[in-house]
């Protein structure tokens, strides 16, 4: 673990699987020290397993509480739902590629936040007529 500076130098590798694994709890709701983790199991192997299609059953129930404030059609909250839900697989998808085991495998902080930031966008709905 020498990205963590134990028994190496400290380098930037670290901290983007930090941010990734803080990416994974935030939106997941869980801790890399929670139960269903003792096994073989990590937090980073359950977001990547539920990619594309299984990403809304994993993340935190309560982001999806989401209140579309002024949406009265139906057409329009599915609309915003699928945005909602493209935002979450995106970000899943960060913090897993953020997190993967082998440092030259990980995403690059400045692609992170390229995208991290196109998501926000996304999801706002920057640059579209709603």
């Known amino acids: ?6 028994g190496g130098e400290v380098s930037t590798f670290g901290d983007i699987y930090s941010y990734g694994i803080l990416l994974l709890e935030i939106f997941i709701g ?9 096994g073989s199991l990590s937090l980073h192997q359950f977001a990547k397993l ?6 809304m059953e994993i993340v935190d129930q309560s982001l ?5 404030e002024g949406l009265n059609e139906s057409q329009t909250r599915t609309d915003a739902r699928g945005r909602l839900e493209l935002c979450l697989v ?3 998808s960060v913090g897993v590629a953020c997190s993967m085991i082998s440092i030259k495998d990980r995403k690059k902080i400045g692609d992170a936040m390229v995208e991290m930031q196109g998501i926000r966008d996304l ?5 579209r007529n709603n």
């Open 1 to 6: 673990m020498t990205e963590y500076g134990m």
């Open 30 to 38: 869980k801790k890399p020290t929670d139960e269903i983790f003792n």
């Open 50 to 55: 539920a990619l594309p299609e299984r990403v």
């Open 64 to 68: 999806l509480l989401v209140e579309f």
């Open 90 to 92: 995106s970000v899943i």
């Open 123 to 127: 999801y706002l709905g920057v640059g």
